[in-house]
């Protein structure tokens, strides 16, 4: 005989092993109703009957689509319910959630090649939105000196969501803020005055889209600016002695807000 139609039917565990379910839900579902067994043991143990397996696998498809157990009593127990209605409403909602995973899947994709590479831009779009002295190296360099850093990260998460078009505007600003910077050179303004202030924070603001710059790590930067020979070979070639320049505003604004440049860290 069957053992889904012995006459004293099949325990809960043994529903549970056939269904693939734990016997936790299956207690569950006998709590609220949902799908009791309809015979007990002298003992009292539960004991499901061939027409309560079928009832509980209904119950199982139900809910591997998405249903909530309130909307699968309904369509069990009512006659009125139109079950096939039900359905499509629900594989409409199925279908939506795989495109929102697919869109997730998307991004996460972006997510990735973004922490590997940096900007997600072919090495023609790089040149023309960062000039032709950018070197299209120049994000893998910088991964491996940072990217093991908080700041990598942070810039990796706002090149995923960047196309072109916001890396133009990125860009387009900074060259702005260079080009006000040589000027501002020419025109002889004295570091730590109100005009070197404004363009300090403005510096920290266009650097922004690549990650949230402190003071003290402005104060880093522009010693890097000064030393390191390729960026003191870009803001010289805006001014000649730009760059150490840049760093007399950058110190002269740190010390304003209490910072000693000569002992700053970057944090």
Do not use: K
């Not at 299956?26 to 609220?32: A, F, R, V």
């Not at 809910?63 to 909307?71: Q, T, V």
């Not at 096939?84 to 869109?103: K, M, N, P, S, T």
């Not at 190296?137 to 940072?146: G, I, N, T």
């Amino acid at each position: 005989m069957n053992e889904a139609t012995a006459p004293d039917g099949l325990t809960v565990g043994q529903v549970s092993e056939r269904l693939g379910v734990t016997v936790r839900a299956l207690h569950h579902w006998d709590e609220i109703g949902l799908a009791r067994p309809s015979l007990r043991t002298a003992a009292g143990y539960r004991l499901y009957t061939a027409g309560d397996l079928e009832r509980l696998h209904r119950v199982v498809v139900y809910r591997e689509l998405g249903l909530s157990l309130d909307r699968i009593r309904a369509l069990l127990d009512s006659t009125a319910t139109d079950v096939a209605g039900a359905l499509r409403a629900q594989r409409a909602h199925v279908a939506a959630r795989i495109d929102r995973l697919r869109r997730l899947s998307a991004g996460l994709d972006r997510m990735i090649e973004a922490h590997e590479r940096g900007p997600l831009l072919t090495a023609e779009q790089q040149a023309v939105i960062f000039g032709p002295r950018w070197d299209p190296d120049w994000p893998a360099e910088a991964r491996r000196r940072y990217g093991g850093t908080t700041q990598w990260q942070q810039y990796a998460e706002g090149a995923a969501s960047r196309g072109p078009e916001e890396w133009q505007a990125v860009a387009d600003a900074m060259a702005g803020f260079e080009r006000d910077l040589g000027e501002a050179m020419d025109a002889g303004v004295v570091p730590g005055g109100p005009e070197a202030e404004r363009l300090v924070e403005r510096h920290r603001d266009v650097f922004a889209p690549y990650f949230p710059l402190t003071r003290r790590m402005q104060v880093c930067l522009g010693r890097t600016f000064e030393t390191d020979p390729g960026f003191a070979a870009h803001y010289d070639g805006i001014r000649p002695g730009l760059a150490a320049w840049f760093r007399l505003l950058i110190d002269a604004g740190a010390r304003a807000h209490g910072i000693d440049p000569d002992t700053a860290t970057w944090e």
